[in-house]
């Protein structure tokens, strides 16, 4: 009796038991993912750091050294952003998750057991987090580590080397074919979840992957037969998604697959009920505290990253040209303070002439309040049209690729493209990740399609050589190491783990 452990001291062994906990420990790994992306702390939005901080969307505001490392690409292994410690922690949940979760009707009541459906729905959530977790590694460092089952016991080594790329991506494609093979199939998807068509466009996107070292190369007959699954797919209004592009490949898409023009801030405002949504992370204010992210929030503290201001400075920029309805409805321009913040994810929504009026972070506030929710799309179905667009013009298929890309870019009031104007493969590229550049602006994408396509010298180097001439340094530029594409590993990492070597050309 004197021994007795407190009610507060759960353990794993009391833990497990009946469905309830099989629900909690799904909110765990949901709320680490949430948190690792928007941030467990003001200006702590990785998905930012990691997919747009290092491309043409942003520049450094405030003299740090996070931000002048980014800005000047000038990567150290002290940068924050250089641990990839809160993915392994998601990793290590969804882990202990697929290893338990088909123990708890072994030690449930009747009335407490998990269902077979439900059970099905959990690991193959599970499988996806874990693949998403390491996707993201694959891409931002490369060579990782390796782990899936959970760590128990202590006696264990912890230190693990890195596995090759190819392995990693390997087990990527085996996580996600698990958990397509898990999850129901037809059914409306929810938003927030990782459901039918958020299965097939993560490995429809791991397809389309390509490594700075070509060790890893773009799968296209793989990537479309993944894209027609997402087609397929139901989302959160029960619509099927692009239910004529299913059959021939390149067929399909239509003006009604994609919210109106009307309804394109809708996709953030609403996302629950928008026939766009594919997962989106829901970051809920009252649960999660102030979303103050760095460079892409209202927050009226300053971030150390902001808005580049190519993107809006000068009568034919993004932002000043006013033919695109999109960028009005994205950035804060009305110059109340010294840098335009992101508004893309707030409130009003239903422009009627988003080409001459845009949204202030006042009209933001009066909205939905100062204290709102955050939605940012991790996959949404436009975001897939145009990766789809690339696939078909990477396999010959160019007509169709310009199809797909019209659809999305009128959508924008944006004069469609012509044959004529796309005549090779590479100008064709190159207009898709413009207008991917304007669709998913600050939606933690750009950085990654530049580095997929191998574009990163195209688009960052005289960016590098204007920005070091300002500094009074050495013009530079991007130079020619691919290696650079990736970050490097933090110190704090490689000196938890003796296994891990650094990422060349980067030091120890």
Excluded at 194 to 201: F, K, L, Q, R
Excluded at 442 to 453: C, H, I, N, S
Excluded at 458 to 463: E, L, N, S
Aim: contains cysteine; aromatic residues 12%; proline residues 4%.
């Amino acid at each position: 009796m004197v021994d007795e452990v407190p009610l507060s001291d759960g353990t794993l062994d009391l833990f497990f038991r009946n469905r309830f906990d099989a629900d909690a420990a799904m909110a765990g790994m949901y709320g680490a993912f949430q948190t690792t992306m928007i941030g467990e702390s003001q200006f702590n939005n990785r998905i930012t750091y990691w997919g747009d901080a290092r491309a043409d969307n942003m520049m450094n505001n405030i003299q740090n050294n996070i931000s002048n490392e980014i800005h000047f690409n000038s990567l150290t292994p002290s940068n924050t952003y250089a641990d990839w410690g809160p993915l392994y922690t998601i990793i290590g949940r969804a882990n202990l998750n697929i290893a338990k979760f088909p123990e708890i009707n072994n030690y449930a009541k009747v009335a407490e057991r998990i269902s077979d459906a439900t059970l099905n729905s959990y690991l193959a959530q599970c499988h996806a987090m874990r693949a998403m977790c390491y996707f993201y590694i694959l891409r931002v460092w490369g060579d990782a580590p390796i782990w899936t089952t959970p760590y128990l016991n202590v006696s264990e080594n912890p230190a693990r080397p890195r596995a090759p790329k190819t392995e990693v991506r390997a087990q990527i494609i085996a996580d996600l074919e698990k958990a397509y093979a898990l999850t129901a199939k037809g059914a409306t998807s929810n938003a927030w979840y990782i459901g039918e068509g958020a299965i097939a466009a993560m490995l429809a996107d791991v397809y389309m992957w390509r490594s700075h070292d070509d060790a890893i190369m773009p799968d296209y007959a793989n990537a479309i037969t993944w894209f027609k699954n997402v087609f397929k797919a139901k989302g959160p209004t029960g619509r099927v998604y692009n239910a004529s592009g299913t059959v021939a490949t390149g067929s399909g898409g239509a003006a009604a697959d994609l919210a109106s023009t009307a309804d394109w801030k809708l996709i953030f405002t609403n996302p629950a009920a928008n026939l766009e949504s594919i997962w989106v992370i829901h970051w809920d204010v009252a649960a999660n505290g102030c979303p103050c992210m760095m460079g892409v929030s209202t927050t009226v503290n300053l971030s150390s990253m902001r808005t580049d201001r190519v993107l809006y400075t000068g009568a034919a920029s993004w932002l000043r040209a006013g033919l695109d309805t999109r960028a009005k409805q994205s950035i804060d321009s009305s110059k109340s303070d010294n840098f335009d913040r992101v508004l893309k994810w707030y409130g009003p929504s239903g422009y009627t002439n988003a080409r001459s009026t845009y949204m202030t972070r006042s009209q933001a506030d009066a909205a939905v309040g100062i204290n709102k929710p955050v939605y940012i799309p991790v996959y949404r179905i436009s975001d897939v049209f145009l990766l789809y667009a690339e696939a078909l013009n990477k396999t010959g298929d160019r007509a169709n690729a310009l199809r797909y890309l019209n659809l999305v870019r009128q959508r924008a009031t944006l004069a469609p493209y012509t044959a004529a104007q796309l005549t090779t493969e590479d100008q064709m590229e190159d207009a898709l990740l413009a207008e991917r550049r304007s669709e998913l602006f600050a939606e933690g994408k750009r950085w990654f399609d530049l580095v997929r396509t191998h574009k990163v010298a195209q688009y960052m180097d005289q960016m590098l050589r204007e920005r070091q001439l300002a500094a009074g340094s050495a013009q530079t530029g991007w130079g020619t190491d691919k290696r650079r594409y990736l970050w490097p590993l933090h110190r704090n990492v490689l000196n938890a783990n003796p296994s891990l070597v650094q990422n060349p050309p980067y030091s120890e």
